[in-house]
């Protein structure tokens, strides 16, 4: 299972959107890139599906583009008009070569599934490596409306709980990809949310 980072070179404000080839290709988030497209095109022309963490702007802008151009199955938690399969929590999805299980985790977003299997975590924003304001182990905020850093936190101890012990991947919705103890990842990211503190100064 390969895993390309197509929207790393954006310009603009976008999530990262992740490309994985081998077995069932798949895009884990569409991003807010222009030109996301071509980016897949470097690697594929039949891209199989798409599967969203969550439908904040930054992930999904791109979507009409991505269909129009692929015409893939799209996989969505929340009610989407381009959502073609429902992803259902603690079902399986295959991405790449691997089956992942769909792990429900609000508190960012009411929709926000992570995607986990034996090696690897798409994470969204629910938990990511490294961001402005943490450089490692951070959190998706809490602070607009519809979010709650109580939900989050439940949402990370669940991810925890559901996390197997050989998972050292982890490809969150920004930040840096990570490979090691995913894991203590996770649990920093847990400690710092549990101090109920702002994220930003600015909160």
Not at 139 to 161: A, V
Request: charged letters at 30%; one cysteine or more; glycine letters at 8%.
């Amino acid at each position: 299972m390969d895993v390309h980072h197509v929207t790393e070179k954006a310009d603009t404000f976008t999530c990262n959107a992740f490309l994985v080839t081998g077995g069932r290709t798949t895009l884990v988030d569409a991003g807010a890139m222009d030109g996301v497209v071509d980016a897949i095109r470097e690697h594929t022309d039949d891209l199989e599906a798409v599967v969203l963490t969550h439908q904040h702007g930054d992930h999904v802008a791109e979507l009409e583009a991505v269909v129009d151009a692929f015409d893939p199955t799209v996989y969505a938690y929340a009610d989407h008009s381009l959502r073609t399969e429902v992803l259902q929590a603690d079902e399986t999805v295959r991405i790449g070569d691997e089956d992942f299980e769909v792990v429900f985790t609000p508190g960012h977003a009411d929709d926000h599934v992570s995607l986990v299997s034996a090696t690897t975590l798409f994470s969204g924003d629910v938990v990511v490596h490294d961001d402005g304001a943490f450089d490692y182990g951070s959190f998706g905020r809490t602070d607009m409306p519809g979010q709650s850093r109580e939900t989050l936190i439940e949402s990370l101890e669940h991810l925890l709980d559901r996390l197997p012990d050989g998972v050292e991947h982890l490809y969150a919705g920004h930040g840096e990809v990570f490979h090691g103890d995913v894991r203590d990842v996770i649990e920093t990211a847990l400690e710092r949310a549990e101090k109920r503190e702002p994220k930003y100064p600015d909160e």
